[in-house]
């Protein structure tokens, strides 16, 4: 898997976060949003959270800062997820924009989820497999779940959705 990169789809908190522990694990990573700005900024926040570590001392040693960075690749283009082994989304919360980020089946992304069971979460596994996730690797510890695009809900008759402008 490391000679292919890891996916993050959306560069916000999240988005960044997951990219940094990536590449600070040693992990090639496509970072993708559509706002070029939003990729800009998670890098500068990358660094600045390697930087303050570094000052606040103790714990492990901090990885260089322009290292983790140049272990991400920016693109405003979701295609460039095509690549990826997978893709990990945080997009924002909103219905409209988690549909568009489910297109990116045409550039031949795979959705994936990495469920690890504990004795809290049964019904997020039982979410999964309501949304058309399907096992697709058990591997004791975690299961990996993949959703082929199937069985894409739409949104329910009972949900107003309201996009407002800014």
């Not at 496509?30 to 600045?48: P, T």
């Not at 596994?125 to 399907?134: E, M, V």
């Not at 009972?158 to 402008?165: C, F, K, S």
Request: net charge negative; aromatic share 6%; proline share 4%.
């Amino acid at each position: 898997m490391r000679d292919r990169p890891i996916g993050v789809l959306g560069a916000g908190v999240m988005g960044a976060g997951v990219a940094q522990s990536l590449a600070e694990a040693g992990h090639e990573v496509a970072l993708v949003d559509v706002d070029r700005g939003a990729l800009e900024r998670a890098l500068a926040e990358i660094r600045n959270q390697l930087r303050f570590r570094g000052l606040l001392g103790g714990g492990d040693p901090v990885p260089d800062p322009e290292a983790v960075v140049a272990r991400i690749r920016r693109s405003v283009d979701i295609s460039d997820l095509a690549e990826a082994a997978f893709v990990i989304e945080n997009v924002t919360e909103s219905w409209e924009v988690k549909e568009r980020a489910l297109g990116a089946i045409d550039a031949g992304v795979r959705l994936q989820a990495r469920f690890v069971p504990t004795d809290r979460n049964r019904m997020m596994y039982a979410t999964y497999k309501f949304a058309g996730f399907a096992e697709i690797e058990d591997a004791g510890d975690h299961v990996l779940l993949e959703n082929d695009f199937t069985r894409i809900q739409s949104c329910p008759d009972y949900v107003t959705l309201e996009v407002e402008d800014r």
